[in-house]
């Protein structure tokens, strides 16, 4: 029996972005491009995954694999994959044996590049209204201080992402997880059980990038601005431009880059330039 056909979709992997720098100057960098693509398998909507666009064809085909939906590559007649509409569409040779009761229960697994929530996650965007504040250069290097100073399972073992929720720069719950996903829900969690607790005054970390879905469970949190040691995606940055969030990262030491929500960082420049100074 013949491999199957696959497309050759192709879509740029990177995407150019003006953004500011800790001294308040304008720089041209590049970001990760983050897309949907949902799989269909003879015409059932199986999942969204989010990725990166590279080899979606390979992608979808690992995926129904991995999750014994099909049982080689021999079982696929072809894979189309549209990026106009993002989307998948997965034609088997004798379809798939029990696939509504094998596709029934989703489990979200602790990876970070599968989002099958996407969907759900968005339908919320346009209602979130964040409440008005700012961050202060001097209180991020607060915060980029406090985590390098935090005993951590990453220190010990390696192998997780780590989040905070900052007021100011007071750390008020440091988590951990196999996952960035499961370390946020945990704090919306204990955020939950706090009755009352304002969140215009809070600021979330994290060591892992900002995708669209850690941007918009942070606002959904109520959360203005998210800072994050690793960089963020195209995806993520078109929902936080939309939000009015203020989305930081590669934040370490004294050196970061605000993506967006400019206008809630307050700059203090100098503090960067007199760390060079003394690093000299």
């Excluded at 491999?3 to 304008?26: C, W």
């Excluded at 088997?92 to 029934?104: H, P, S, Y």
Aim: with cysteine.
């Amino acid at each position: 029996m013949t491999a199957p056909y696959l497309t050759q979709a192709r879509v740029p992997l990177t995407h150019p972005l003006q953004v500011v720098n800790e001294f308040g100057d304008q720089v041209e960098i590049a970001i990760p491009s983050e897309r949907a693509l949902t799989v269909y398998v003879d015409k059932r909507e199986i999942v969204t995954l989010m990725t990166l666009g590279a080899q979606p064809e390979w992608l979808v085909l690992g995926f129904l694999l991995n999750q014994r939906l099909v049982q080689s590559a021999r079982d696929v007649e072809s894979i189309t994959v549209d990026w106009e509409v993002g989307a998948a569409a997965v034609k088997t040779r004798t379809g798939v044996i029990d696939i509504q009761k094998k596709t029934a229960k989703r489990t979200v697994t602790t990876g970070c590049g599968q989002g099958s929530m996407f969907g759900n996650l968005m339908d919320t965007v346009e209602h979130i209204e964040l409440p008005a504040a700012t961050i202060t250069q001097g209180q991020l290097y607060g915060m980029v201080n406090a985590i390098r100073l935090q005993q951590s399972t990453y220190k010990a073992a390696g192998s997780v992402h780590g989040c905070a929720l900052f007021r100011g720069e007071e750390m008020l719950l440091f988590v951990e997880d196999v996952g960035r996903h499961n370390a946020i829900d945990a704090i919306a969690g204990w955020m939950a059980l706090q009755s009352g607790m304002p969140s215009h005054d809070k600021f979330f970390y994290t060591t892992g990038r900002l995708t669209s879905e850690m941007v918009i469970k942070a606002a959904q949190m109520g959360i203005p601005v998210v800072v994050s040691r690793s960089g963020i995606t195209q995806m993520g940055h078109m929902v936080a431009q939309r939000l009015g969030l203020c989305a930081i990262g590669r934040a370490t030491h004294k050196r970061f880059l605000c993506f967006t929500g400019a206008h809630r960082l307050v700059l203090q420049p100098e503090l960067a330039g007199a760390r060079l100074q003394a690093a000299a």
